[in-house]
């Protein structure tokens, strides 16, 4: 299969006293025709690792390849073949949709017409409403059509759904699993581990500049040694109830700690694990305040790799 990016022992630094190296030898390799998760906290690189992608920054170092071409020697034709939707996209308020769109098809030399990209994210019927009229879903969705507009081969998302109602984010979502299914590539960066697990073919989860975690949703949640997760808080304290001993569970493949003092097991098998555990707590006078089980998530894969949630990380 073809590859739409790909990008080796990418560095970034900038000058500062000491230098900051925000990215350190990244190595990526996205498909042709999937769609990747590009996963981690804000000042893990991700951002700078994206902004190289799409053109906007230098490269201190390594090589970056999109769709084929180099930006230092391909550039015109790479604008013409990629589009990008930002997290946040400020657009005129003097110009209603259709007006909005229209602008954005006049930047191509090829492309769809404006009427085409605004029906393929579902805005007919604001056709000719300003943009400070639409709702925040609105929004996003008309930046959207502003991005597909070129009928680009490659669409960098960047936290396309942050702050969205969960109908608006779903109506992003099929516009997304849209794009995709007409054989088209997709890059996105998201804070929404359900979104990856649901649009992503593969994930990649960068911290401190670092790629820690490639691979599908599934292998990498596999790779915890469980896909089932059970999370326990304790009636008062019990100071012998510790991960260490937590580990000796049957079934427990991994224990830790979390924010509410509670537990958080990974296991391979409930049934086994639920008696046991409920056994060591007997055995050790703590009793239980709630317990819930689950099946694990890229949430917990990010959490067992880093020691800390996602979103807690900004």
Known sequence: MSLAIRVAGLTKTYPANPPVEAVRGVDLEVKTGECFGLLGPNGAGKTTTLEILEGLLEPTGGEVEVLGGRWDKNERDLRERIGISLQETRLSDKLNVGETVALFRSFYKKGIP??????????????????????GGQ?????????????????????????????????????????????????????????????????????????IALGTPNELI???????????????????????????????????PTPDGGFTLTVSDPPAALPALLELLRTQGAKLAGLTTRHATLEDVFVNLTGRQLRDAD
């Open 114 to 135: 404006a009427e085409e990209a605004i029906a393929r994210v579902s805005l007919q019927e604001k056709v000719r409403a300003f943009v400070d009229k639409l709702s």
């Open 139 to 211: 929004k996003q969705r008309l930046a959207i059509a502003c991005a597909l507009v070129g009928d680009p081969d490659l669409l960098f998302l960047d936290e396309p759904t942050t702050g969205l109602d969960p109908q608006s984010r779903r109506q992003l979502w099929d516009v997304i699993r849209e794009f995709k299914a007409r054989g088209r590539t997709v890059l996105l960066t998201t804070h929404y581990m359900d979104e990856a697990e649901k649009l992503c073919d593969r994930v990649a989860i960068i911290d401190h500049g670092k790629v």
């Open 222 to 256: 596999l790779q915890l040694g469980g896909e089932h997760v059970i999370d326990f808080t304790l009636d008062g304290s019990a100071a012998h109830v510790t991960p260490e001993v937590l580990q000796s569970v049957k079934s427990v493949r991994s224990a830790r």
